[in-house]
């Protein structure tokens, strides 16, 4: 066999191998943007959810202003949830589970006010958290897919080999810091004795 022929063969393998390193590498860039993009549409929809809490808990306030405590752990959370955005994943879901259980709480004492519950302005209101909750559940699991893509490609073989050296790191799901929501809740049918 010729000796240029060999020479050749040996550069067409390493063109293709690099080839296949660039590829890999682009397909990694843009996981790692999917992901970006997934986080970031989790905080647009927590911002939009703060946006709305000042305005519901004026409308609660008008009717159960004696109510004080809820209304200020409300705010307070607010601008703890606000703030938690820019401290990464952990930060975001803790400060946006913390909220969702205080609007919980606000809702628990909406419910005690009939006339509150009949106010357009509150109904209005509600109707906007649930549709800005409904949205907050998708991008929460848009997020949590394009996690998952990243994190397979680069635990797959043979990306393993040049993801971490290239800078790629597996990113955290968006999990609910609720531990109680992880277990099936205990039924039971039985007469109270």
Do not use: C
């Not at 609910?176 to 039985?190: E, G, L, R, T």
Request: zero cysteines; glycine letters at 10%; aromatic letters at 8%.
């Amino acid at each position: 066999m010729n000796m240029g022929l060999v020479g050749w063969i040996v550069i067409g393998i390493v063109v293709l191998l690099l080839l296949y390193a660039v590829g890999l590498y682009n397909r990694l860039v843009r996981l790692r943007a999917l992901t970006k993009e997934g986080f970031s549409g989790i905080t647009v929809q927590l911002r939009r959810r703060a946006d709305l809490i000042p305005n519901l808990v004026e409308t609660v306030q008008g009717y159960a202003g004696h109510e004080r405590d809820t209304l200020e752990a409300v705010t307070r959370h607010r601008t703890d949830a606000v703030q938690a955005a820019g401290g990464g994943v952990a930060a975001t879901a803790q400060a946006d589970a913390q909220m969702t259980g205080m609007l919980g709480r606000l809702m628990a004492v909406a419910e005690a006010y009939p006339d509150l519950k009949a106010n357009q302005n509150f109904l209005d209101l509600q109707g906007q958290l649930g549709s800005i909750e409904g949205e907050l559940q998708s991008a929460r699991r848009y997020y949590n897919a394009t996690a998952r893509d990243l994190n397979t490609g680069i635990q797959s073989f043979p990306a393993v080999l040049i993801a971490r050296p290239m800078g790629f790191s597996e990113e955290p799901y968006y999990e609910d810091a609720d531990s109680s929501i992880q277990s099936a809740p205990k039924v039971s049918f039985k007469p109270a004795a």
